[in-house]
């Protein structure tokens, strides 16, 4: 089939954070046009919400590449758009519009738990995702009410772990901070950059007693405790000075089995179960042993992961959207190509990137190779099939169908009177970095007129 020129194309991304960013850049660079749909005002995802607030430096030089990303003449912006099965626009009403082809980096926006009793109660239990979108000030999460006490137990151990307990430790200022681990010492996933943050805080004798208590464990099953202990305090040279008192430890080979104080309606502690290490398969697993104590703290919160959105639109097994276990169009031997299990076949141009193909695997670089990495293989799918639709009808489309919702929807011309706004703002205050922290702020700011009541 003689290949057409990619300006003929059209393509729908759905998520504008790092992964869709960067598809969107390398699509329109060979002169697609790319139409973005966001739920939120804001571009930028993750990279916008979910990096450390503190971190201005590096947020403000995304901020810029988005921009210059948003300023490409064939790319188009539309935030404050939810797409879903029950949301302001469905997937099935974008593939009507005629685009060649769908991109979804719409992250990971459910939560995992565990399933334990307790996790149900109201006041002082909480998902990672809830306290990182309300530090970084991402409506509504930035007006939810989050009570945080004086002992916290974080449950798992990678970089989001950190990131909590960074806050807690050096915002918060509370008593003690128990990182809870279902395995060892040697199975940490946290880097040794996100834990200079907190270091300085670690209870040194009580993480001897736990590398202790976890030895035998550990070298059953051919693991270093030396290392591991090395490894975790790696960070140490380069700590960050203490500003509170806060006690920080890890409890390791600890499995949560139920939050106490459902009675109640606030945490009064959380029950674990004692774990042991075992080989399988040349993996090691946590085994649990029927022994449990109780760790007394009045906040839990689960650092152990997100899932798609399974009422997106895609089909999901396992917390993720399915793809095709035999890809047309791989990529580094990555399938990124929809996939429909019930009909045993692909969803004919749809792909998926970024956290909706993996959640919680990598911020910003993981983002911005996978978004790469999926345009390509759009850009291949692109040259089995022709154009279905004129670019500048479809467009038309899309703009004819956001028009009819009931709020707002910004474009790329609005975001720069925005970022002016807030960065005035910032100044009047006397602050590094600020942020209006509802969607009614950010729309007024914008000159939009909101419905009343």
């Known amino acids: 089939m003689e290949s057409q020129p990619i300006a003929d194309y059209s393509i729908a991304v759905v998520g504008a954070g790092p992964a869709g960013l960067y598809a969107a850049r390398m699509l329109a660079e060979q002169g697609a046009l790319v139409v973005l749909f966001n739920r939120d005002i804001k571009p930028g995802g993750l990279a916008e919400y979910g990096i450390y607030f503190d971190k201005i430096k590096m947020k403000e030089g995304l901020r810029k590449q988005f921009q210059q990303?948003?300023?490409m003449p064939t790319v188009h912006y539309f935030g404050n758009v939810v797409v879903g099965k029950e949301a302001d626009i469905s997937l099935d009403e974008i593939k009507a519009m005629g685009f060649d082809a769908i991109l979804v980096t719409a992250g990971a926006q459910g939560t995992k738990w565990l399933g334990i009793p307790g996790e149900n109660i109201p006041k002082g239990v909480y998902h990672a995702k809830d306290i990182v979108y309300h530090y970084?000030?991402?409506?509504p999460y930035s007006h939810k009410d989050i009570y945080i006490g004086r002992r916290a137990a974080i449950v798992g151990v990678g970089n989001v772990m950190t990131d909590i307990a960074h806050w807690l430790i050096r915002t918060k200022k509370i008593d003690e901070v128990i990182a809870v681990a279902r395995r060892g010492p040697a199975e940490v996933k946290f880097d040794k950059k996100e834990m200079e943050y907190i270091i300085a805080n670690l209870d040194l004798d009580a993480l001897d007693e736990e590398i202790r208590r976890a030895k035998p464990i550990?070298?059953?099953?051919?693991?270093d405790p030396d290392s591991a202990k090395a490894?975790?305090?790696?960070?140490?040279?380069?700590a960050l000075p203490a500003v509170s008192k806060t006690r920080f430890r890890f409890d390791f080979l600890a499995s949560p089995t139920r939050i106490l104080g459902e009675d109640k309606g606030y945490v009064t502690g959380l029950e674990i179960e004692d774990t042991t290490l075992v080989r399988v398969n040349n993996d090691t697993r946590a085994k649990l042993l029927g022994s449990r104590r109780n760790l007394y703290v009045d906040t839990v919160i689960f650092c152990i992961g997100d899932k798609v959105d399974e009422k997106f639109g895609l089909p999901v097994q396992w917390n993720e959207f399915v793809k095709n276990p035999n890809p047309r169009f791989p990529v580094e031997d990555i399938s990124y190509e929809a996939f429909d299990p019930d009909a045993g076949k692909p969803i004919e141009g749809v792909f998926i990137a970024g956290w909706s193909r993996e959640a919680s695997s990598g911020l910003v670089g993981v983002a911005r190779k996978d978004g790469e990495r999926c345009a390509k293989a759009v850009m291949q799918f692109l040259e089995t099939t022709k154009p279905k639709d004129n670019p500048a009808e479809i467009f038309q489309k899309v703009e004819n169908r956001l028009q009819a919702l009931k709020q707002p929807v910004v474009t790329q011309t609005d975001l720069p009177l925005l970022t002016a706004a807030e960065k005035a703002k910032a100044a009047e205050l006397g602050v590094e970095d600020f942020k209006f922290a509802t969607n009614e702020e950010m729309l007024q700011v914008l000159g939009f007129q909101l419905a009343k009541g």
């Open 69 to 71: 990303i948003l300023e």
């Open 218 to 223: 550990m070298l059953a099953v051919g693991q």
């Open 231 to 238: 490894n975790i305090l790696a960070a140490l040279p380069k």
């Open 136 to 139: 970084n000030k991402l409506p």
